[in-house]
């Protein structure tokens, strides 16, 4: 299980920028609109200071950190939901993702032409917003015209259920068209259910990626303080970053010159490395580990997981045939210096089925199939 970020935004706001230093990885970046056509994909460890923590008390031959993949997705324009801009298909790559990253620009430069001619976050964050409120909306009215169909339907299950989505779904589709995203609606848990089915853009969490020049990574201006202020509206986050200097700091050789540049700048981790981290937990993702002398690894699970179905993120016959759960926490070892002591200071549990996986856990699977 990953998590699989969606990097959005107007053309020429760094997006591709941005993908290439979190990756490191090849993606067309010019001073013109729609230079990324086709997705670029890549996948980013997770920063986890624990693992390193965790490698020097085992010291494994193999070392598998949890991982996000980032795809960059090409800029949006004003009216990508009636196909502006190649906007359709555009918006077919965001339905696919699970969580999506939105690109402000908040910088002036004159030689990188904006699309409306101006710097405004405020604008530029409604049309985003508006284009992918809007594409739901359509998808959303498809349904909704289906509905008769599906209610007499012969198998129950599809009937009763259309009968149950109708009145969600108008009210979804009126707050769509005010523009209003479905994260905010207020959704009841079993309304949100009802509609998951239909894998709309809006549904999905969305963070505010502040790109900003190097004269403010130490304190923020007009342009981050507006968009800090729609984001505090929404009770979604937001980060700064600075593409530029973040892609010089992934084009450096070694870990020791990265850290070295970070110092030098005054800052004490990069935006890249904050932002896989906020990205990991923004869908209540969480990590345990398994560790010994062959290999130590993070898996990730949703928040709430019971141990039988953690184990099943290892292999479907550890689910099937589960016992029990051997387990104790990263920090006892952290504490206590081995998995030895571990035990002998009484930390060592055993666990069965109804155990809800915490993060940090050290797990040991005993199965039978």
């Known amino acids: 299980m990953g998590l699989n970020c969606g990097i ?32 670029n994909v890549g996948i980013v460890s997770v920063l986890d200071e624990r693992i390193d923590k965790l490698a ?8 598998i950190p949890a991982v996000v993949e980032f795809v960059d997705i090409a800029g949006l324009v004003k009216g990508a939901s009636k196909g502006e801009g190649l906007g359709n298909q555009f918006l077919g790559h965001i339905r696919n993702v699970n969580a999506i990253i939105h690109v402000v620009r908040c910088f002036d430069d004159n030689d990188i032409i904006h699309v409306h001619g101006k710097v405004n976050p405020v604008d530029d964050i409604e049309t985003i917003n508006l284009e992918l409120a809007l594409a739901d909306l359509e998808v959303v009215e498809k349904r909704i015209q289906n509905i008769p169909k599906l209610i007499k339907n012969q198998n129950k299950e599809v009937s009763t259920l259309a009968k149950i989505q109708l009145p969600i779904l108008e009210l979804v589709a009126k707050k769509l068209a005010e523009g209003i995203p479905v994260r905010k609606m207020g959704l009841t848990n ?18 505010y990626l502040c790109n900003v020049s190097e004269d403010f990574i130490h304190e923020d201006n007009s342009y981050i ?14 980060l700064k970053i600075c593409g530029k200097l973040e892609s010089e700091i992934s084009n450096l050789g070694s870990d020791e010159e990265k850290k070295a540049f970070l110092e030098e700048l005054g800052l004490k981790t990069s935006g890249l490395s904050q932002l896989t981290k906020i990205a990991y937990k923004m869908l209540g993702l969480r990590t345990y580990f398994t560790a010994g002398e062959k290999e130590l690894r993070a898996w990730t699970f949703t928040e709430g997981t019971k141990a039988p179905q953690a184990a099943g993120i290892i292999h479907s016959d550890f689910e099937k045939g589960f016992i029990r759960a051997e387990v104790y926490h990263c920090d006892d070892v952290f504490n206590l210096g081995s998995e030895a002591k571990v035990k002998e200071a009484g930390k060592f549990r055993l666990e069965g089925k109804e155990y809800p996986v915490k993060d940090g856990d050290l797990m ?6």
């Open 364 to 369: 040991h699977f005993r199965f039978n199939v």
């Open 56 to 63: 020097k008390i085992f010291k494994p031959q193999k070392i």
């Open 225 to 238: 303080k507006q968009v800090q202020e729609i984001a505090k509206k929404g009770n979604e986050d937001v």
């Open 190 to 207: 079993e309304e949100d259910l009802s509609i998951r089915d239909l894998n709309l853009i809006t549904h999905k969490p969305m963070l």
């Open 8 to 39: 959005v935004g107007l053309p020429n706001v760094g997006k591709s920028t941005i993908f290439q230093a979190i990756t490191s990885a090849p993606a067309e970046a010019a001073n013109y609109p729609f230079c990324t056509i086709e997705p």
